[in-house]
T-cell receptor, first 116, second 113 residues
Framework: QKEVEQDPGPLSVPEGAIVSLNCTYS??????FMWYRQYSRKGPELLMY????GNKEDGRFTAQVDKSSKYISLFIRDSQPSDSATYLC????????????????FGKGTKLSVKP | KAGVTQTPRYLIKTRGQQVTLSCSPI?????VSWYQQTPGQGLQFLFE???????NKGNFPGRFSGRQFSNSRSEMNVSTLELGDSALYLC????????????FGPGTRLLVL
């Protein structure tokens, strides 16, 4: 079983829809969870960063972590064509940045297309 | 403020050759990490440098190496290229070792024939 599983999609939704992106994981030691967005021909950019369980909201984006189910989600409200990108989840047992970028485990990404 | 820059953006090499990729971090950033991204394996960590020292290394063979210069610019080298090394190589920088946010460059797309 892979440490982090993410449905590759592609996922196609109409503009204005609520999008739900998910990852499951097997390592119960993971405590730090991130979502990155990657546009075509660009590097990933950090969207959301959460620690442990619970929800975090930032504008149209909500990140949700359910450690009991080993399941994380990213919700996008009122989706826009500009949200069309690949979304990568990433997680770590250690606080990222303390010389531990290498501990980040990434999902393979879900390709999202928002149609006008 | 300029972002992370990587050169070259595209590269075609043949098996057995070696390649050097370059990364210039955001001004003031001292930590540089390298990743390999492929459709099959996703994003995988190669190594991390801080103050010219390798701080962390991923699970890649010794053919993959890197270094960081005093101005924080970094290079990675792949020797004896294999077909499976075809990938997007991403560099990311952060201000220090205690920063969660790292900023990625656009990557160098390497094709090995």
């Amino acid at each position: 079983q892979k440490e982090v599983e993410q449905d590759p999609g592609p996922l196609s939704v109409p503009e204005g829809a609520i999008v739900s992106l998910n990852c499951t994981y097997s390592n119960s030691a993971f405590q730090y969870f991130m979502w990155y967005r990657q546009y075509s021909r660009k590097g990933p950019e950090l969207l959301m960063y959460t620690y442990s369980s619970g929800n975090k909201e930032d504008g149209r984006f909500t990140a949700q972590v359910d450690k009991s189910s080993k399941y994380i989600s990213l919700f996008i409200r009122d989706s826009q064509p500009s949200d069309s990108a690949t979304y990568l989840c990433a997680m770590s047992a250690l606080r990222v940045g303390r010389g531990s970028q290498g501990n980040l485990i990434f999902g393979k990404g879900t390709k999202l297309s928002v149609k006008p | 403020k300029a972002g992370v820059t990587q050169t070259p953006r595209y590269l075609i090499k043949t098996r057995g050759q070696q390649v050097t990729l370059s990364c210039s971090p955001i001004s003031g950033h001292r930590s540089v990490s390298w990743y390999q991204q492929t459709p099959g394996q996703g994003l995988q960590f190669l190594f991390e440098y801080f103050s010219e020292t390798q701080r962390n290394k991923g699970n890649f063979p010794g053919r993959f190496s890197g270094r960081q210069f005093s101005n924080s610019r970094s290079e990675m080298n792949v020797s004896t290229l294999e077909l499976g090394d075809s990938a997007l190589y991403l560099c990311a920088s952060s201000r220090g070792r205690n920063q969660e946010t790292q900023y990625f460059g656009p990557g160098t797309r390497l094709l090995v024939l």
